[in-house]
């Protein structure tokens, strides 16, 4: 079990057994009129309260159970990766640039099959704004489960294209953001990483990591993007681990599909859902 679930369930464990005996029905109130919930911003991870933890879990699973209950199709990927990319090389902003158009593709067709498995992204700029902007493009819904980066106002919490253009039509800002990525793991029917920074790296391997270990419901995992520009470093890094003995990648990487083009992905997803039923997760 990682830190950040066994803190967590530590903390809530304790609240629930002090004088006060049960916590109360959190309310799910919200600061901004295309989201659900809007935790209030707490600072440090470290500074948050158990009933403030408890309050994003019980306004998360509200949520889903009562707007989303079969889950979503989550886009996990780098906040910098644009639509314009001029830091890198010509080859490396020409393969960014795909990426990022590729995404927000993969997005607007599977938003237009009207899915019961709605594209959830972190709500973000970047790869998870490509994500964004494809669902609302194509009419929505676009869920955005995102936290607070660096200003603490909710009603501004869920990123705007160029500043000005919503988005993210519904989703959850929440206090916590160790709450925020389990949630998000944990109501996703499938999940679509595309390329990023240590963000995504992180994310990547608590999925991996919490799946293989089982206190993870499988799910269909794809990854996007080209295989030199986008992912030879971390396939290195999985390599030099196997070759060390400190993981099995086959294990590892069982439910991972590699999939250079994000809106291949489609079919696939279709086939791996068809028979998928909404399920308490």
Known sequence: MSVTFVRILACLLLWGTSLDARPQTPACSSAASNAFYTGPFLGP??????????RDYYCSEQFRSSRYPAGFVTIFGSSTIVENNTKG??????????????????????TRKKSRFPIMTGAGPGLMEAGSRGAAAAGGPSIGFTTYYF????????????????IVTDGLVFSSV???ESE????????????GGSGTGWEIFQILETIKS???????IYLVGNAYFHWRRFDDFLDDMHARGTIDKTVLMKNVIRVERAVDVVPLLEAALRSSAPTDR
């Open 151 to 166: 200003q603490g106002n909710p009603a501004n919490a869920f990123h705007r294209y160029r500043d000005t253009d919503q």
């Open 45 to 54: 991870e470290n500074r948050i309260a158990a009933q403030d933890f408890y």
């Open 89 to 110: 090389t010509p080859e490396v902003n020409l393969a960014n640039n795909l990426v990022y158009a590729d995404v927000m593709a993969f997005a607007s067709e599977w």
């Open 178 to 180: 160790a709450v925020r």
């Open 184 to 195: 998000m793991f944990r109501h996703s029917a499938a999940m679509v990483i595309a390329p």
């Open 214 to 220: 089982q206190q993870l419901r499988g799910v269909p």
